[in-house]
């Protein structure tokens, strides 16, 4: 099974600050198939990221994904006071999805 | 509008057995592949099974494997789990979740869960 470690587990940052999130998979795997999502208290996760670098339907162009390989980020540009929340990783490999641990995006 | 609405969790004891279901509503389900993912408490997400647009290919983590079982009605757009000897670890809130279409295999579409409690 291929693991997801995401770094930092928490980042505190202010609003206009520049966010950047660490996906490292145990594997290589291809970029088509790693994907990020954002998560809300009491909310259902949701897609940002699909492909390592396409934005999903309606997310804003503050969200951008990058990497290959082994090692993919998420980079928010300037933090939105809705920014604020956990973020995960997921990959796709053999009948098999898992998750990265996740990362808190907190206000400082 | 995309709706997944999932029911059917309650407490139940260790040992014990339950379905859940998840309705689907504002997209074509049976185009769509569709999985369960489960949160335990305050804890990240955790993949739990997949069944594809048809029902003809089923997968399950390891943790499950065995004891849960994924279905699914398109005629009545329905994703249904079944969960058999339940354990305290399977506490969690588990959510439906529709997987893209166009082959990237990430979850597009997600309801908000219903959560499971085994507990004596």
């Known amino acids: 099974e291929i693991v997801l470690t995401q770094s930092p587990g928490t980042l505190s940052l202010s609003p206009g600050e520049r966010a950047t999130l660490s996906c490292r998979a145990s594997q290589s795997i291809s970029s088509s198939y790693l994907a990020w999502y954002q998560q809300k208290p009491g909310q259902a996760p949701r897609l940002l990221i699909y492909?390592?670098?396409s934005r999903a339907t309606g997310i804003p162009d503050r969200f951008s994904g990058s990497g290959s390989g082994t090692d993919f980020t998420l980079t928010i540009s300037r933090l939105e006071p809705e920014d604020f929340a956990v973020y995960y990783c997921q990959q796709y490999a053999g009948s098999s999805w898992t998750f990265g641990q996740g990362a808190k995006v907190e206000i400082k | 509008e995309v709706q997944l609405v999932e029911s059917g969790g309650v407490v139940v004891q260790p040992g014990g057995s339950l379905r859940l279901s998840c309705a689907a509503s504002g997209f074509t389900f049976d185009d769509y592949a569709m999985h369960w993912v489960r949160q335990a408490p305050g804890k990240g997400l955790e993949w739990v099974s997949l069944?594809?647009?048809?029902?003809?290919?089923?997968s399950y983590a390891d943790s499950v494997k065995g004891r849960f079982t994924i279905s699914r009605d398109n005629s009545k757009n329905s994703l249904y789990l079944q969960m058999n000897s339940l354990r305290p670890e399977d506490t969690a809130l588990y959510h439906c979740?529709?997987?893209?279409?166009?082959?990237?295999?990430?979850?597009?579409?997600w309801g908000q869960g219903t959560l499971v409690t085994v507990s004596s």
């Open positions: 492909g390592a670098s």
């Open positions: 069944i594809s647009w048809d029902g003809g290919r089923t």
């Open positions: 979740a529709a997987q893209d279409s166009t082959g990237y295999y990430s979850l597009d579409y």
